[in-house]
Antibody, heavy 120, light 111 residues
Framework: QVQLVESGGGLVKPGGSLRLSCAAS????????MSWIRQAPGKGLEWVSY????????YYADSVKGRFTISRDNAKNSLYLQMNSLRAEDTAVYYC?????????????WGQGTLVTVSS | QSVLTQPPSVSAAPGQKVTISCSGS????????VSWYQQLPGTAPKLLIY???KRPSGIPDRFSGSKSGTSATLGITGLQTGDEADYYC????????????FGGGTKLTVL
């Protein structure tokens, strides 16, 4: 069965960096687009970034552009999110999700999420 | 402030029907497919509807979706207490800042 497992969350100081990972299993990872979505405590969903199956096409939300970098390693069935220059407003649960189509947003499988807390 | 606008809350009695609206613009809903997600308390979101009105396997036909112009609607019939959750619409935005967008979410209370 399809499984997505995020890791790498934790407490980090403002201005610091963190790298999130998402381990995929149960499907041919290299065939699918992938996205990161976050949810601040008590708030709604916010789309963060998208990467095509080959990694050649990438999009970011304006709120993270220039600070976050999405990447993938199809040989390791893994998705990553490098987060730099973190701010308090980046505090959220970060989910990775499988995207069924290009630039459509059909997130058919989600991980359980990993909590990132940015605080001094 | 979310790009897509949803009512903060809706409520109805068990067995009744409820609709949740999602309003956008020509750069998102008007020219792209809409999906809907259910988030039960303490869990990850789950895909309910995609391509405006299609249901993934395993989603009961009590859930339906529609789209007209720059708005979309999620309908739930035969409400059950287990349907109490937050519901989100989502789509792609093709503007200069292209990317995914979600509504602010709607809390469904089954009275």
């Amino acid at each position: 069965q399809v499984q997505l497992v995020e890791s790498g969350g934790g407490l980090v100081k403002p201005g610091g960096s963190l790298r999130l990972s998402c381990a995929a299993s149960g499907f041919t990872f290299s065939d699918y687009y992938m996205s990161w979505i976050r949810q601040a405590p008590g708030k709604g969903l916010e789309w963060v970034s998208y990467i095509s199956s080959s990694g050649s096409t990438i999009y970011y939300a304006d709120s993270v552009k220039g600070r976050f970098t999405i990447s993938r390693d199809n040989a390791k069935n893994s998705l990553y999110l490098q987060m730099n220059s973190l701010r308090a407003e980046d505090t959220a649960v970060y989910y990775c999700a499988r995207d069924e189509a290009a630039m459509v947003i059909i997130l058919d499988y989600w991980g359980q999420g990993t909590l990132v807390t940015v605080s001094s | 402030q979310s790009v897509l606008t949803q009512p903060p809350s809706v409520s109805a009695a068990p067995g009744q029907k409820v609709t949740i609206s999602c309003s956008g613009s020509s750069s998102n809903i008007g020219n792209n497919y809409v999906s809907w997600y259910q988030q039960l308390p303490g869990t990850a979101p789950k895909l309910l509807i995609y391509d405006n009105n299609k249901r993934p396997s395993g989603i009961p036909d009590r859930f339906s979706g529609s789209k007209s112009g720059t708005s979309a609607t999620l309908g739930i019939t035969g409400l059950q207490t287990g349907d109490e959750a937050d519901y989100y619409c989502g789509t792609w935005d093709s503007s200069l800042s292209a990317g995914g967008v979600f509504g602010g979410g709607t809390k469904l209370t089954v009275l």
